[in-house]
């Protein structure tokens, strides 16, 4: 079957893959698409989040039954928007393994009892400016922000390979790039440098940038994508 976008009220909620097709959904809606076999090269990367989401999914079987209602609790009381723009509730397990996995992966030492305040931090304010030498960025962040002032929170910073500036939408492969800590005095901007040394870097793409606040206390704000063009086009 070819691509084709779906509406078909009996159909519209399925996801997932059947026979030849796979059904997903998208900003546009929900479409169908050939089903693709992936490949699995087992990069440094994936083996990182492998180990994250393990030490995560550890991490739970190991909380009390009072642990665990009380993620139950703030899960509940925490709707969020997914990339779609739906207000989602996460369950208990869910808002648990998302904080243990980022922070495992970040090494930051995973939250075990939950949060007590019922407000999600917002995307963090920050932007990213590319050097003439293409191997650094400046990334400039608010010292308003949540995770600044809070010992134990973090700025993270996430870069995707670069993509031709026609594409304005993107979602992985993302590589751990930057770990800014609250309480330590941090000054903007921060200096990072680029994962990927690939010559398209210098050849009229986009680089995209996922930004997370962290807070001691197990809240992860929802991410801020952005995508900065080099060479920087003109107004």
């Not at 739906?86 to 208990?92: A, F, P, S, V, Y």
């Not at 904080?99 to 949060?115: E, K, M, N, T």
Request: aromatic fraction near 12%.
């Amino acid at each position: 079957m070819s691509h084709g976008m779906l509406d078909t009220p009996a159909i519209v909620q399925i996801a997932g893959s059947i026979g030849d097709d796979t059904y997903a959904r998208n900003p546009a809606g929900p479409y169908v698409r050939d089903r693709v076999t992936p490949t699995d090269p087992n990069t440094s990367i994936q083996q990182s989040v492998r180990t994250a989401m393990s030490n995560a999914s550890a991490a739970w079987a190991s909380c009390t039954e009072d642990q665990r209602e009380g993620w139950r609790v703030f899960a509940a009381n925490t709707p969020r928007l997914n990339r779609l723009g739906e207000t989602i509730t996460l369950t208990g397990q869910q808002a648990f393994l998302q904080q243990a996995h980022l922070r495992s992966l970040w090494f930051a030492g995973i939250v075990y009892d939950a949060p007590t305040t019922f407000e999600l931090p917002p995307p963090p304010r920050c932007e990213h400016e590319r050097n003439a030498l293409g191997s650094q960025y400046k990334l400039y962040f608010d010292d308003a922000d949540d995770w600044y002032a809070d010992s134990g929170g973090y700025l993270i910073i996430q870069i995707g390979q670069a993509q031709l500036d026609t594409i304005n939408f993107y979602k992985h492969p993302m590589q751990s790039n930057l770990r800014l800590d609250g309480g330590t005095s941090e000054y903007s901007p921060a200096i990072g440098y680029y994962p990927f040394t690939s010559p398209k870097w210098f050849s009229n793409r986009n680089v995209w940038i996922r930004a997370r606040q962290m807070l001691s206390d197990g809240r992860v704000s929802s991410p801020r994508w952005f995508a900065s063009h080099w060479p920087r086009k003109l107004p």
